[in-house]
Nanobody, 127 residues
Framework: QVQLVESGGGLVQAGGSLNLSCAAS????????MGWFRQAPGKEREFVAA????????YYADSVKGRFTISRDNAKNTVYLQMNSLKPEDTAVYYC????????????????????WGQGTQVTVSS
């Protein structure tokens, strides 16, 4: 059974930082793109960041560019999201995702491109 388990969410003041982790089990994703998405109450799930299988390429939503950094450790089958300079509008449930269909494939930023999802972790930024 494939599982993606996020951790590291919580409550932080505006301007603060959080580091999210996503540990995969049941299958290795070292040769597949992975990403982070988020969903605020009443809104659709939106793309945050993606990383290539090697970690050599990354892609960010304009809203987080320069503040968030995605990285991965293939030996640990884990992907990370370092979030700095957090704003109240970053408040959402953050989801880890893996594109298990695209062996060493290109980065994607659409929800439908990813076929494995974690359960989400809540991030709340207070003003």
């Amino acid at each position: 059974q494939v599982q993606l388990v996020e951790s590291g969410g919580g409550l932080v003041q505006a301007g603060g930082s959080l580091n999210l982790s996503c540990a995969a089990s049941g299958r290795t994703f070292s040769n597949y793109p992975m990403g982070w998405f988020r969903q605020a109450p009443g809104k659709e799930r939106e793309f945050v960041a993606a990383i290539s299988w090697s970690g050599g390429s990354t892609y960010y939503a304009d809203s987080v560019k320069g503040r968030f950094t995605i990285s991965r450790d293939n030996a640990k089958n884990t992907v990370y999201l370092q979030m700095n300079s957090l704003k109240p509008e970053d408040t959402a449930v953050y989801y880890c995702a893996a594109d298990g269909k695209s062996y060493r494939g290109t980065l994607n930023y659409t929800v439908k491109s990813y076929n494995y999802w974690g359960q989400g972790t809540q991030v709340t930024v207070s003003s």
